[in-house]
């Protein structure tokens, strides 16, 4: 539904304006007034994410089993550690521990990868 004010502003009327609307740029070319951006990520910043993709993996496959269903549950899945433990038929004290070895042995694997925001 419109209203009559859509297209009003301090009493003065606009048109509406279409997206495939185009006018002339200062060398009379025609341009479209309204170009979606390209949000596609650069050639750099995919490879990054790739790059980003198998050190995560690398660094799961070596986690311990029972580790890894910590990890995927806790990180992926969102679930709670007490839902883990639920899961696992552990404690939740145990979950907890092993979240907190898989936190030492990302921030030790960050360190060797020379991240320097991690120094402070």
Known sequence: MRYAFDNVEHGVFYPPLSLDSTSLDSDGN????????????SPE???VQSQLERDTRAFLAALP?????????LY??????SEIASFLGVSRMAVSKAVARISKKGFQALRSHNFSALSH
């Open 30 to 41: 025609c341009v479209r007034r309204f170009d979606v951006a390209d949000e596609s990520p």
């Open 45 to 47: 910043e995919r490879a």
């Open 65 to 73: 089993p029972r580790d890894q269903v910590v990890a995927y549950r």
């Open 76 to 81: 992926w899945l969102r679930e709670s550690q």
